[in-house]
């Protein structure tokens, strides 16, 4: 079955700096990707997704980027505020498997003011 | 507003007592899920559904009952059987039709067993 590794599981970063978070799944039928923000206590929110027709997408501070041959992709945030500190899950899911994601562990971002 | 919302936010449960999980979208979506997640881990499938009066079971049904009698609601009983049902519970709804069927999420109940 699918599988999808997601790293680091922490990510401590200072205010302002920039922030990556990398996936990597393993079913090469998977196409499509989304990332989701999960704040404490809450349900997990749908930030950015990439389909695997293009290989990066930008959402103001956010982007995220896809290599289908290396079978990764990652989330980037730049000029990081307090308030991007949550855990940050990323998915995998091909489209002949309807809903059936394949979600990695989560990333707790810190950012420090 | 549209949206997905799950009651209560947290329960308490007695060992050996069946709990029902509440989750209703009025977003018109077709499938719905339930998910487990546990600290420092990603979700876990639990059952999901593509329409009314039909679920499937995910990776970790063991211990778990829906149903799904209305598109809007799919109710989760943890049961007795589920030897360590502490955790926190997440319902999602997605479309069907298209081929990336995003799924959005419920706020969550955070369930104990004392």
């Known amino acids: 079955g699918e599988n999808v590794e997601q790293h680091p599981s922490t990510l401590s970063v200072q205010e302002g700096d920039s922030a990556v978070i990398k996936c990597t799944y393993s079913d090469s039928a998977s196409n499509y990707f989304p990332w989701y923000k999960q704040e404490l206590g809450k349900g997990p929110q749908l930030i950015i997704d990439?389909?695997?027709?293009?290989g990066e997408k930008k959402d103001q501070r956010i982007a995220v980027t896809l290599n289908k041959t290396a079978k990764h992709f990652s989330l980037h945030i730049t000029e990081t505020q307090p308030e991007d500190s949550a855990v940050y899950f990323c998915a995998a899911k091909a489209t002949d498997s309807w809903g059936k994601f394949q979600f990695g562990a989560g990333t707790q971002v810190v950012v420090t003011p | 507003d549209g949206g997905i919302t799950q009651s209560p936010k947290y329960l308490f449960r007695k060992e050996g007592q069946n709990v029902t999980l509440s989750c209703e979208q009025n977003?018109?979506?077709?499938?719905m899920y339930w998910y487990r997640q546990d600290p420092g881990q990603g979700l876990r499938l639990i059952y999901y559904s593509q329409i009314v009066n039909d679920f499937q079971k995910g990776d970790i049904a063991e211990g778990y009952s829906v149903s799904r009698e209305k598109k809007e609601s799919f109710p989760l009983t943890v049961t007795s059987a589920q030897k360590n049902p502490t955790a926190f519970y997440l319902c999602a709804s997605s479309p069907l039709r298209g081929p990336y069927n995003e799924q959005f999420f419920g706020p969550g109940t955070r369930l104990t067993v004392l």
């Open positions: 977003l018109n979506h077709d499938a």
């Open positions: 990439i389909r695997s027709n293009v």
